[in-house]
Nanobody, 124 residues
Framework: QVQLVESGGGLVQAGDSLRLSCAASGRTFSRNAMGWFRQAPGKEREFVAT????????DVADSAKGRFTISRDNAKNTVYLQMNSLKPEDTAVYYC?????????????????WGQGTQVTVSS
Protein backbone atom coordinates (compact mmCIF):
# COMPACT_ATOMS: atom_id res chain seq x y z
CA GLN A 1 0.00 0.00 0.00
CA VAL A 2 1.46 3.32 -1.08
CA GLN A 3 1.41 6.03 1.54
CA LEU A 4 2.63 9.61 1.62
CA VAL A 5 2.77 11.06 5.11
CA GLU A 6 3.37 14.75 5.66
CA SER A 7 4.74 16.23 8.86
CA GLY A 8 6.16 19.48 10.15
CA GLY A 9 3.12 21.73 9.99
CA GLY A 10 2.04 23.94 12.84
CA LEU A 11 1.16 27.39 14.08
CA VAL A 12 3.81 30.04 13.58
CA GLN A 13 4.06 33.81 13.41
CA ALA A 14 4.59 35.85 10.29
CA GLY A 15 8.25 35.86 9.34
CA ASP A 16 8.95 32.46 10.88
CA SER A 17 10.11 29.33 9.08
CA LEU A 18 8.86 25.77 8.86
CA ARG A 19 10.16 22.67 7.14
CA LEU A 20 7.60 20.18 5.91
CA SER A 21 8.56 16.58 5.27
CA CYS A 22 6.81 13.94 3.23
CA ALA A 23 7.82 10.33 3.74
CA ALA A 24 6.75 7.78 1.16
CA SER A 25 6.26 4.11 1.85
CA GLY A 26 4.99 1.13 -0.07
CA ARG A 27 7.13 1.84 -3.11
CA THR A 28 10.05 3.96 -4.13
CA PHE A 29 9.51 7.24 -5.97
CA SER A 30 13.15 7.78 -6.88
CA ARG A 31 12.18 7.97 -10.59
CA ASN A 32 9.13 10.16 -10.06
CA ALA A 33 8.67 13.87 -9.70
CA MET A 34 7.27 15.03 -6.37
CA GLY A 35 5.24 18.09 -5.57
CA TRP A 36 3.67 20.20 -2.88
CA PHE A 37 0.24 21.76 -3.17
CA ARG A 38 -1.86 23.70 -0.71
CA GLN A 39 -5.49 24.51 -0.12
CA ALA A 40 -6.73 27.40 1.97
CA PRO A 41 -10.28 27.50 3.37
CA GLY A 42 -12.75 28.40 0.65
CA LYS A 43 -10.13 28.32 -2.07
CA GLU A 44 -9.05 25.92 -4.78
CA ARG A 45 -6.03 23.71 -4.31
CA GLU A 46 -2.97 25.38 -5.76
CA PHE A 47 0.48 24.36 -6.83
CA VAL A 48 3.35 25.30 -4.53
CA ALA A 49 6.50 23.53 -5.72
CA THR A 50 7.78 20.54 -7.64
CA UNK A 51 11.08 18.68 -7.95
CA UNK A 52 12.15 16.28 -10.67
CA UNK A 53 13.16 12.68 -10.03
CA UNK A 54 16.81 13.46 -9.35
CA UNK A 55 16.31 16.63 -7.36
CA UNK A 56 18.28 18.57 -9.92
CA UNK A 57 15.41 20.66 -11.23
CA UNK A 58 12.81 22.48 -9.19
CA ASP A 59 9.99 24.91 -9.81
CA VAL A 60 8.23 27.09 -7.27
CA ALA A 61 5.00 29.05 -7.62
CA ASP A 62 5.43 32.79 -7.99
CA SER A 63 3.69 33.36 -4.66
CA ALA A 64 6.40 31.34 -2.92
CA LYS A 65 9.43 32.10 -5.06
CA GLY A 66 12.39 33.30 -3.06
CA ARG A 67 10.86 32.03 0.18
CA PHE A 68 10.14 28.31 -0.34
CA THR A 69 12.59 25.61 -1.40
CA ILE A 70 11.74 22.05 -2.37
CA SER A 71 14.26 19.24 -2.09
CA ARG A 72 14.34 15.48 -1.89
CA ASP A 73 16.38 12.65 -0.47
CA ASN A 74 15.82 9.56 -2.59
CA ALA A 75 17.75 7.37 -0.19
CA LYS A 76 15.10 8.20 2.42
CA ASN A 77 12.19 8.31 -0.03
CA THR A 78 11.41 11.74 1.40
CA VAL A 79 10.68 15.17 -0.02
CA TYR A 80 10.95 18.45 1.88
CA LEU A 81 9.51 21.93 1.66
CA GLN A 82 11.52 24.60 3.43
CA MET A 83 9.32 27.63 4.01
CA ASN A 84 10.90 30.89 5.12
CA SER A 85 9.48 34.35 5.71
CA LEU A 86 6.02 32.91 6.15
CA LYS A 87 3.03 35.16 5.61
CA PRO A 88 -0.56 34.88 6.87
CA GLU A 89 -1.63 34.17 3.28
CA ASP A 90 0.47 30.99 3.38
CA THR A 91 -2.05 29.53 5.81
CA ALA A 92 -3.42 26.34 4.28
CA VAL A 93 -3.37 22.58 4.38
CA TYR A 94 -0.24 21.47 2.56
CA TYR A 95 -0.29 18.26 0.55
CA CYS A 96 2.56 16.17 -0.75
CA UNK A 97 2.06 14.34 -4.03
CA UNK A 98 3.94 11.88 -6.25
CA UNK A 99 3.71 12.11 -10.03
CA UNK A 100 3.79 9.44 -12.71
CA UNK A 101 6.20 11.72 -14.58
CA UNK A 102 9.91 12.03 -14.02
CA UNK A 103 10.09 15.75 -14.70
CA UNK A 104 8.52 18.24 -12.38
CA UNK A 105 4.99 19.38 -13.07
CA UNK A 106 2.60 21.93 -11.61
CA UNK A 107 -0.51 20.11 -12.87
CA UNK A 108 -2.38 18.34 -10.09
CA UNK A 109 -3.83 15.73 -12.42
CA UNK A 110 -0.29 14.47 -13.08
CA UNK A 111 -0.08 13.30 -9.47
CA UNK A 112 -1.91 10.03 -8.74
CA UNK A 113 -0.60 9.71 -5.19
CA TRP A 114 -1.45 12.18 -2.42
CA GLY A 115 -0.85 12.50 1.27
CA GLN A 116 -3.47 13.45 3.84
CA GLY A 117 -2.07 16.93 4.33
CA THR A 118 -0.57 18.94 7.17
CA GLN A 119 -1.97 22.22 8.49
CA VAL A 120 0.16 25.33 8.36
CA THR A 121 -1.21 28.39 10.14
CA VAL A 122 0.62 31.70 10.06
CA SER A 123 -0.56 34.39 12.43
CA SER A 124 0.04 38.07 11.82
Amino acid sequence: QVQLVESGGGLVQAGDSLRLSCAASGRTFSRNAMGWFRQAPGKEREFVATVNWSGGTTDVADSAKGRFTISRDNAKNTVYLQMNSLKPEDTAVYYCAASFLGHGTSTASNYPYWGQGTQVTVSS
